[in-house]
């Protein structure tokens, strides 16, 4: 049975993202974080969705978009914003 893990950079940078976004408005900061935290759970039905990252070969990590947050799983990574300079 596969398992779901966040790695500990991937839950500050939820946080990191929760405070941002709660500055400026707490209800989309938390609807934010909350789908950030579902989506990743769909891979454990449909473990093909999204895109694999070539660069990562043999093992295979797939990268999916939630709105314009980026996440790489079955490892959570981490997730951020399209727009954020990484």
């Known amino acids: 049975m596969m398992k779901l893990e966040w790695t500990r950079k991937a839950v500050s940078d939820l946080g990191r993202l929760h405070d941002f976004l709660a500055s400026v408005n707490r209800q ?9 935290t579902s989506a990743p759970a769909r891979l454990l039905e449909q473990p093909r969705i999204g ?36």
């Open 51 to 86: 895109e694999r990252l070539e660069e990562f070969d043999p093992r295979e990590v797939r990268r999916i978009l939630v709105g314009h947050y980026e996440m790489s799983t079955i490892y959570v990574l981490r997730p951020w914003h399209t727009r954020e300079s990484r």
């Open 28 to 36: 989309a900061a938390a609807r934010t974080v909350q789908s950030l």
